[in-house]
């Protein structure tokens, strides 16, 4: 990994950390066994999205690179290879962690020229991934948030966002706080293959609730959905209708795409677990990362008149909605707005 290549050298700074700016960490313990974490202290926090993107927001806060989650078909596994870092198990197992994102958010949003746009996370990488069970990151960046009452969304598969539930409930009542959990299927063979360092969906289903109790309105994005693995009738009613009695306020499917550098090492996993699927994804894939037009409108038709029979509907897209928190059972505007970004 060439860090000197990202850091500030004679020439003047450089665009991601400071000299001597990083430290390398081993943790022996079971939870950590495994993960070498890379301390660096970031030269900015809050970033904006390429203007090509298909992200319906602008900016962007990411504490970490790289995510023990080990999803097999993470989108952002590429972006490790920026950092000389290597895309399948150094994604899984090689974090870097921006140990200085509340202070410098602080500053980012204090600047005159910070007009207080909608910032996202969890978009990239998993923010309540198992590491922020030890930086803790996330609380000083919700009140960096809350503190300048700016717009925010979360998006994890991690149930660790319940230890700041006080903080997002501070963050509602002055402010317009998102919150989506991603759960794609139910099925836990499929699960534990997968998505091997995630809490279980059923674990994260019981988050929504969790939230949903607590006034925080929480939607499910329903993704991914996997082509022939998660996308029979059977598995997709089971899913909506768990997403259901989670008292979600929405669902949203999202077909698996497989962009380069996840596309190589789901493809390596399907080669073992499932070979048979291997040249059906050739062909379904054979025009680029994304699943072809018609067959992800059929499965959002599917998922979407699933959840008009279950009792729920789809999220529109930066619509607003009341949060109602025990102190205000009919969700009045004194308690909060809540607004649900999607990806």
């Known amino acids: 990994m060439r860090w000197e290549n990202l850091t500030e050298g004679p020439a003047g700074p450089a665009a991601l950390f400071g000299a001597g700016a990083v430290v390398t960490r081993t943790i022996d313990t079971p939870e950590f066994r495994g993960i070498t974490f890379h301390e660096v202290r970031a030269r900015s926090i809050v970033n904006r999205v390429p203007g090509a993107s298909r992200m319906p927001f602008e900016w962007t806060v990411n504490p970490y690179r790289g995510c023990s989650h080990a999803c097999v078909y993470c989108f952002a596994r590429k972006t490790h290879s920026y950092l000389d870092l290597d895309t399948g198990l150094g994604f899984d197992s090689q974090i870097v962690v921006k140990t200085n994102a509340p202070e410098l958010l602080r500053r980012e949003l204090a600047a005159p020229r910070w007009t207080g746009a909608h910032i996202a996370m969890g978009t990239n990488v998993d923010c309540y991934q198992r590491a922020e069970g030890r930086y803790r990151l996330m609380p000083g960046i919700i009140e960096a948030l809350r503190d300048r009452a700016n717009p925010f969304s979360i998006l994890t598969k991690g149930t660790l966002i319940l230890r700041d539930l006080p903080l997002l409930r501070e963050a509602a009542e002055v402010t317009e706080v998102g919150i989506s959990v991603s759960v794609g299927f139910t099925d836990t063979a499929l699960w534990r293959t997968v998505e091997p360092g995630t809490p279980s969906p059923a674990a994260r289903l019981n988050a929504v609730r969790t939230l949903t109790d607590a006034g925080i309105e929480c939607g499910v994005l329903m993704a991914p959905v996997i082509p022939f693995l998660g996308d029979s009738p059977d598995r997709l009613r089971a899913t909506v209708r768990a997403v259901a009695e989670s008292g979600a306020t929405s669902v949203t499917p999202l077909v698996l795409h497989l962009r380069p550098g996840a596309r190589e090492w789901f493809t390596a996993w399907l080669g073992e677990h499932h070979p048979h699927l291997v ?12 699943a072809p037009t018609w067959y992800q409108r ?8 699933l959840a008009a029979e279950f009792g729920i509907g789809p999220a529109r897209r930066g619509a607003a909605r009341k949060a109602a928190g025990p102190e205000h059972p009919d969700g009045p505007a004194s308690a909060g707005a809540t607004q649900l970004t999607l990806l």
Not at 279 to 286: D, T, W
Not at 298 to 305: A, D, G, L, Y
């Open 298 to 305: 059929m499965i959002t038709r599917q998922v979407h008149e």
């Open 279 to 290: 040249e059906r994804y050739e062909r379904m894939y054979a025009g680029g990362s994304y």
